[in-house]
């Protein structure tokens, strides 16, 4: 027990050391001095951060009050609008439509939402097209078993290793399908653009194919997939997406006319298409853009196109657990699973910051009239709101530590009050707490009305998952931006992993209430399925940077646009981001 004893002995020594050290009147007195200085500039952080705060909730309160106008005023013109019946929906003529899903690592997730969205849709005219990367073997052995099992599915190759962009993913699908046009002379009319994770309602594109003679872009709501109501990470999504796919989203499209797209239940008019292809060589998504479609929604905005953001209300008969029918009111959207995990929800969120508040101030600048310059503030806002929010909680932890200490041990006290009570800042405060209470409020509304009071319980504590979560996501997206701007490294496709819900989870979420008419099973795959097929994935791993010729029929006299696929080919290879190398094979010798 020796060594316990000098351990005893040593430390007895280091507590006398310190004691005399702090008991010594210079050391006492310059260590006064620091604690002075940190409370100083303590008291100006709290400035800076309560009026940042003050702002923000000044901007976000606007928009509350926006909101609850005009939804005051749609109940009262609700009598004299004419929205049609899901009768009416089915009776309209079916516009054909090209499904695009990039698919770069969605080998787990991509049969079964294909397959699914296949059984459940209300819809006949429209071809699913996957884009699968050369170098994605497993996700290229699913795409052919769905184009094997549906007359519908057709994979759509890009032409070199991944991962890219997805922008980049979508320019080639796009390609693809108006290679197909050409070969088969059936023209699409709009595109609608999914993720492989999507849970898509069945009355999707009888929606969106009414709403497209309205406008050339059409926005359906996205919300998250039930969760387990203690659920953190992946429940503050729930509440997310409830609020700014029922509030703001709302509020933006009435101030604006202008609707900025989510990535997914999204579809374009072909003549957008035609549009964006003849004006910028077949290449009508921003490859240099990690949030193309937040990009395309404003490019859409400055060429003058109409775009809209449609809640549509079905009236559906469903089946209870009981086995009894009834009749519901249901929102026609999409759902997903979003990330249940910190990190990969902080990689998730860094991204789209990444996209939408540095890549979209560079690309998009601050153009367009005043209420549009206002949203596109509104969107970037998050680089210095997220770390502000995240200096609020410092400073309210101190001031309750110090507090805490000097209620215990009152010659502790002494320090001055952190804010003066009689102060403009004090005022300033005490709007901030009203502020953050009316915050709440709304988060506790459109959460409840959207996913069931349950999930109120906890949605004050995932705000402040949400704020933390979005500080790190700030911190990386910045950190990218800096290392892109000084090295010049291109920012490629930051992947976050999918999940697809099984049957029981599709069903607690809505009801399968659609019918479908089955596809013809077994087809025999023809020669051409879509530009590039001919050509296998080992062939083209083999070649990656060589595109395939191919020489497709004539275009349609039906087009519009002309289109020429070897241009196509030849503008998408000269625009490609950089792309991940290959993996190196080691060749050994039996």
């Not at 005043?370 to 932890?397: N, S």
Request: glycine share 4%; proline share 6%.
């Amino acid at each position: 027990m020796e060594w316990l004893t000098i351990m005893i002995a040593a430390a007895g020594g280091l507590a006398g050391g310190f004691e005399t050290w702090l008991g010594d009147p210079a050391t006492r007195e310059g260590f006064g001095e620091a604690v002075r200085i940190y409370w100083t500039v303590l008291s100006w952080a709290t400035v800076y951060a309560a009026l940042v705060i003050f702002v923000s909730s000044v901007d976000d309160t606007f928009l509350d009050l926006y909101y609850w106008v005009l939804t005051a005023q749609n109940l009262i013109l609700r009598p004299f609008r004419r929205i049609p019946s899901v009768e009416k929906l089915r009776a309209l003529p079916e516009k054909r439509l090209a499904i695009l899903i990039p698919a770069w690592q969605e080998a787990d997730v991509i049969a079964r939402m294909v397959d699914h969205t296949i059984e459940e849709l209300d819809y006949k005219a429209y071809d699913i097209y996957i884009g699968v990367y050369p170098n994605d073997a497993d996700t290229i052995r699913e795409a052919d078993a769905l184009v094997a099992r549906h007359a519908n599915v057709y994979r759509a190759n890009v032409g070199h290793p991944g991962p890219t962009s997805k922008a980049d993913c979508l320019n080639w699908i796009i390609q693809n399908a108006i290679a197909r046009e050409a070969d088969t002379g059936k023209r699409y009319e709009a595109f609608v653009m999914h993720d492989s994770e999507d849970v898509i309602h069945p009355l999707s594109f009888k929606v969106m194919n009414a709403w497209l003679d309205r406008a050339d872009m059409v926005q359906l709501p996205v919300l998250s997939m039930p969760r387990p109501w203690n659920a953190l990470v992946a429940g503050h999504y729930m509440d997310e997406f409830a609020e700014w796919h029922t509030k703001d989203l709302v509020a933006r499209a009435h101030m604006t006319r202008q609707v900025p797209s989510a990535g997914v239940a999204t579809a374009l008019s072909r003549r957008v298409l035609d549009l964006l292809n003849a004006e910028r060589d077949n290449l009508p998504f921003n490859t240099d853009s990690l949030t193309e479609d937040y990009d395309i929604g404003h490019r859409l905005y400055e060429a003058g196109f109409k775009s809209s953001f449609v809640r549509y209300f079905a009236r559906v008969r469903v089946t209870t657990p009981e086995g009894k029918r009834r009749v519901r009111r249901e929102l026609v959207c999409t759902r997903e699973f979003f990330p249940d995990k910190m990190s990969v929800s902080v990689k998730q969120k860094s991204r789209w910051m990444l996209g939408i508040s540095f890549m979209g101030w560079r690309q998009l600048g601050w153009t367009g009239p005043l209420v549009h310059r206002y949203f596109l503030y509104r969107d970037r806002k998050a680089i210095w709101t997220a770390p502000t929010g995240m200096l609020a909680y410092f400073i309210v932890i101190q001031w309750a530590l110090y507090w805490f200490i000097s209620a215990t041990v009152p010659e502790a006290g002494g320090l001055p009050p952190l804010i003066d009570p009689q102060s403009w800042v004090w005022a300033i405060v005490l709007i901030n707490f009203w502020f953050l209470v009316n915050r709440v409020a709304h988060r506790l509304i459109f959460t409840g009305t959207t996913h069931g009071l349950k999930y109120t319980v906890l949605a004050p504590v995932r705000m402040v998952v949400g704020n933390y979560i979005g500080f790190l996501a700030a911190a990386r997206a910045s950190r990218r931006w800096i290392v892109h701007l000084v090295t010049g490294q291109a920012i490629t496709w930051d992947k976050t992993m999918h999940a697809y819900p099984s049957l029981e989870e599709i069903r607690r979420a809505q009801a399968s209430f659609a019918w479908h008419e089955q596809p013809e099973k077994g087809r025999t795959l023809p020669e051409s399925l879509t530009a590039a097929v001919n050509h296998s994935p080992a062939q083209m791993a083999a070649t990656p940077d060589r595109v395939p010729d191919i020489v497709p029929a004539p275009p349609a006299p039906a087009l519009t646009h002309t289109f020429s696929l070897n241009a196509a080919i030849t503008a998408l290879e000269a625009r490609k981001p950089d792309a991940a190398p290959l993996p190196r094979i080691r060749e050994t010798t039996p």
